[in-house]
């Protein structure tokens, strides 16, 4: 059995997990769904900047809503969750976020802390949430007091919709060993497909268009001579 020697566990080793979560919405955040846009549907990269092999080549994304309470009262519509698959050359890789949650991991043992030392537990931040119109997904690590002490790592990445519809994804990372860098990535949503008629008269006008090249070609081919016999000038017109 462990024994409890002041406020440490002895014996066996024991793993700390605490997490924190606090909605945006709480906080009176939360704003209109007309307020911010819906990024579902298909995208497919456009451009990079600069490009690099871990980049997503297309995405398929999926925003949720929610109408009513967890009584099931109709309340002011939010966007609530979003579910990204983001095709990658080393396969797909999804991930599915709340709206407007905020919260940090601890890891370590307990009893690892000396009181006055170093802080010995590695850390984590996350957060998915509303910027005016820029939906922002932030994740984080560090090993001291606070977000940007000891040995830290932050990761930014923001949404945003162009004004000619476009998706644009910028994601900024940066650590206390590595100075700040930025990717621009734009995506653009695949064309329509056609509906049946439309997808039957472009196959007639393919098959006109073959007819047409057909017939041209045997003309040409009549006009021709045939091998090993003489053409025939009109009178006149002959040296």
Same mark, same amino acid.
């Given at each position: *059995?462990n024994?409890?020697?002041? %406020?440490?566990v002895t %014996?066996?080793?024991i793993?700390l997990l605490?997490?924190?979560l *606090?909605?945006s $919405?709480a906080?009176?955040q939360a704003?209109?769904?007309?307020?911010?846009p819906?990024?579902s549907?298909?995208?497919?990269?456009?451009s990079?900047?600069?490009?690099g092999?871990e980049?997503?080549? $297309? *995405?398929?994304v999926?925003?949720?809503?929610?109408r009513?309470?967890v009584?099931g009262?109709p *309340?002011t519509?939010?966007y609530k969750?979003?579910? /990204?698959d983001?095709?990658?050359?080393?396969?797909?890789?999804?991930?599915?976020?709340?709206i407007? /949650?905020?919260g940090?991991?601890v890891g &370590?043992?307990?009893g690892?802390? @000396?009181? &006055?030392?170093? #802080?010995s537990?590695p @850390?984590?931040l996350?957060?998915?949430k509303w910027?005016?119109?820029v939906?922002?997904?932030?994740?984080?690590?560090?090993s001291?007091? =606070?977000s940007?002490?000891?040995?830290w790592?932050q990761? @930014?990445?923001?949404?945003?919709?162009?004004?000619d &519809?476009?998706?644009?994804?910028a994601i900024? =990372?940066r650590?206390?060993?590595d100075?700040?860098?930025?990717?621009? +990535?734009v995506?653009r949503r695949? #064309? #329509?497909?056609?509906?049946?008629e439309?997808?039957a008269?472009?196959?007639? +006008?393919?098959e006109?268009?073959?007819d047409?090249?057909?017939?041209?070609e045997a003309?040409?081919?009549?006009?021709?001579p045939a #091998?090993?016999?003489?053409?025939?000038q009109p009178?006149? +017109?002959?040296?």
């Open positions: *059995m024994r409890v020697s002041n %406020g440490t %014996g066996y080793r793993a605490l997490v924190f *606090m909605p $919405a906080r009176g704003l209109a769904v007309q307020d911010r819906d990024f549907g298909r995208w497919i990269l456009a990079a900047d600069p490009p092999p980049i997503s080549k $297309a *995405m398929t999926r925003q949720s809503l929610a009513t309470n009584r009262e *309340m519509p939010f969750e979003i579910a /990204i983001r095709e990658l050359e080393s396969g797909t890789r999804s991930e599915t976020h709340q407007g /949650i905020q940090g991991v &370590g043992v307990v690892s802390h @000396r009181p &006055g030392g170093p #802080p537990r @850390r984590g996350f957060a998915v910027d005016d119109a939906l922002v997904f932030e994740e984080g690590t560090y001291g007091e =606070t940007q002490s000891g040995p790592t990761r @930014r990445e923001e949404w945003s919709l162009e004004p &519809g476009r998706l644009r994804v900024t =990372t650590g206390s060993s100075t700040a860098r930025t990717v621009t +990535l995506y695949p #064309p #329509p497909p056609l509906l049946p439309k997808q008269a472009r196959a007639r +006008l393919a006109r268009i073959d047409e090249r057909q017939r041209d003309a040409v081919e009549c006009e021709r #091998p090993g016999v003489a053409s025939i009178e006149g +017109l002959a040296r």
